[in-house]
């Protein structure tokens, strides 16, 4: 079952980009404490790397302890995203920047049985969602560039944050709010005080030597920290 918002509520899910790739299945059994995990796909024409198709997404959806969270970083994402709500992903996020219809596509998402996300990169204006705010369940605001793992968390995506949660509180939505990258014991805090709710966190998580116990820390500090109803 897809988890739900709680009053208060937050989330961790770890990226797979920072795991193991040749030991998939034991390291998605290490972050069984999980809310979701952080699936990046990646196509090298979006952003300049590539990464997984459907057909290990499948496979990961198989095997996973938790619910996958699939994030898109693909062109022409009304094409390939709705399949990926079909193989069952719990939340398919694609970018406002390479989507024709994000309305539409939105839409076909809910109807496949996923939660509809929408995620923009660091130098989109938060502006630019405001007109299709109340059609998704979760944004994901980039705190890197996207396409690659390990970047420094950027500090100058949090005042586009703390207004897209002000509009959302604004009009009485419900939506998450994700982050992703960077995300540390060290920045989580930050951004948390800043709205986010949902945080995606790859080496933090697994470059630790006990995983769960890595996530059990990130989201005491986030629920410390955060702001949101």
Do not use: C
């Not at 938790?66 to 390939?80: A, K, T």
């Not at 995203?81 to 539409?104: C, N, W």
Request: charged fraction near 20%.
């Amino acid at each position: 079952m897809t988890p739900t918002r709680e009053s208060g509520a937050v989330r961790i899910n770890p990226s797979i980009l920072a795991a193991d790739f040749v030991n998939m299945q034991s390291e998605l059994a290490r972050i069984a404490g999980a809310d979701f995990v952080h699936v990046d796909v990646m196509d090298n024409h979006f952003v300049p790397n590539l990464t997984f198709g459907p057909q290990m997404v499948g496979r990961i959806q198989d095997t996973s302890p938790v619910p996958l969270d699939v994030h898109l970083m693909i062109d022409e994402p009304e094409r390939w995203a709705p399949g990926y709500a079909e193989l069952g992903a719990a939340s398919v996020t694609f970018h406002l920047e390479a989507s024709a219809e994000p309305i539409t596509l939105a839409r076909k998402l809910r109807a496949a049985g996923a939660r509809a996300g929408v995620a923009i990169k660091p130098d989109t204006p938060g502006e630019s969602l405001y007109d299709v705010l109340d059609e998704f369940d979760q944004v994901l605001v980039m705190t890197v560039e996207p396409g690659f793992g390990g970047q420094s968390f950027r500090e100058e995506t949090m005042p586009k944050l703390r207004t897209l949660v002000d509009e959302a509180r604004r009009r009485g939505s419900a939506v998450w709010f994700q982050v992703d990258g960077g995300i540390s014991e060290s920045t989580i805090a930050q951004a948390a005080e800043a709205g986010a709710d949902t945080f995606v966190a790859g080496s933090a998580v697994f470059g630790s030597d006990d995983p769960d116990a890595a996530i059990a820390h990130l989201r005491s500090l986030a629920r410390r920290h955060h702001t949101g109803p």
